[in-house]
């Protein structure tokens, strides 16, 4: 794969390097976006199969980005709203626990913490050793080792938000299984970025924004909820997730019945026709690129940023536990973090300070020479 910049209308002198807090929008993506604007100029060139017919298509294409069935995913409006929608159909175990990792994504976080208030089970938040400068190994076996015959849930990121480490989801998602435990994934930070199979990583539900590695809108959020949810109780009572919602004219001949699996959870009025166009042409546009090859482009493009940091003595992960495409720079203690931020924006470098790191996420959209920019700011303030 080449650098896609093209298919972008990013400003020129910008390095953006912080695709893990929002992405830019696709060209496709905005030209679909005005023609739904101008759609709605005029309602009644909005027809019924309009309110199913894009939505079909999403799930269709993000189906298989995760590898699954279509009727296995649902539209919604946030990660927070995902995960209620999984915990409010999970029992607890008797003297049980949830497990969760530290430092959490605060949806994620607060979420599982009402679980366990309201079904009085343990909230077991799980980190790494502290006596390294690498986490992935010792934070990987904590969280295995965690998960026993007590484990009602495990509620995570696929990789952390912070500090770009990846966990082991096969190694966690069989650990699960043994024990019992329902698997709930936050792959924001990644699917659209590195390749993820809910099938093979028995993942039970995944809760997804768009926003970020998707290239969608913001405020829509794709969710997988596998057989242990297909006859769960929804949030919400939408008209359009009975089966009886295509018959405009007949809908007071009130069905209970949801759409099968997954369509019960979808958020009312999913149908969105400004915001839905957008995440159809960012799924199709993935499909087309193919995960693996961007995370394969992500990997050569850092290479000499990491070339550069290993020079510094800078520890990083290992291939295991390293994304290729989010991760955090500790540069050395002699590096004032505050005044190489400040240099960063002086030179238009577009990073995010989480905690103590400097996290730089890079996608298809950037070349070699926002890495060389980067690095020459950082050689500025040694």
Known sequence: ??????????????????????????????????????????????????????????REYFSKIINCQPSEIAILPSTSYG??????????????NAITI???????????????????????????????????????????????QNTSIVLMSGIHWMNGTKFDLKRIGDKCKSVGARFILDGT???????????????????????????????????????????????????????????????????????????RYNVGESSNFITMPILRESLKQL?????????????????PLIKYLKSMNVELEGDKYF?????????????DTNILNAKLEQHNIIVSLRGEFIRVSVNVFNDESDIQKLIEVIEMVR
């Open 83 to 96: 995960f209620s929608s999984a915990l409010n159909n999970i029992s607890p175990k008797r003297n049980g």
């Open 323 to 335: 994304s290729n495409h989010l991760f955090s720079l500790k540069l050395p203690g002699n590096i």
């Open 287 to 303: 499909n087309e690129w193919d995960v693996a090859k961007i995370q394969d482009y992500c990997k050569n493009l850092i290479q």
């Open 189 to 263: 930070q990644t699917v659209g970025a590195l390749p993820l199979d809910v099938k093979d990583l028995n993942i039970d539900a995944l809760v997804c924004a768009t926003y970020k590695w998707l290239f969608g809108p913001y405020s829509i959020c794709l969710a997988y909820f596998g057989e242990a949810f297909a006859n769960g109780i929804p949030l919400e009572e939408a008209w359009l997730n009975r089966t009886n919602s295509r018959k405009f004219s007949d809908l007071t001949n009130y069905q209970s019945e949801y759409h099968v699996n997954a369509g």
């Open 1 to 58: 794969m080449i650098c896609q910049k093209h298919l972008f209308s990013l400003r020129p002198g910008i390095h953006y390097l912080n695709c893990a807090r929002k992405s830019p929008l696709l060209k496709t993506a905005e030209e679909a976006c005005i023609k739904a604007l101008i759609r709605g100029r005029n309602p009644i060139n909005i027809s019924i199969e309009d309110f199913f017919s894009e939505s079909n298509v999403v």
């Open 102 to 148: 530290k430092e959490e994504f605060p949806s994620g976080y607060f979420s599982i913490k009402r679980w366990c208030k309201d079904h009085q089970n343990e909230l077991v938040v799980v980190g790494p050793d502290q006596n390294s400068n690498t986490y992935g190994e010792s934070w990987n076996n904590n969280i295995v080792n965690a998960i026993n």
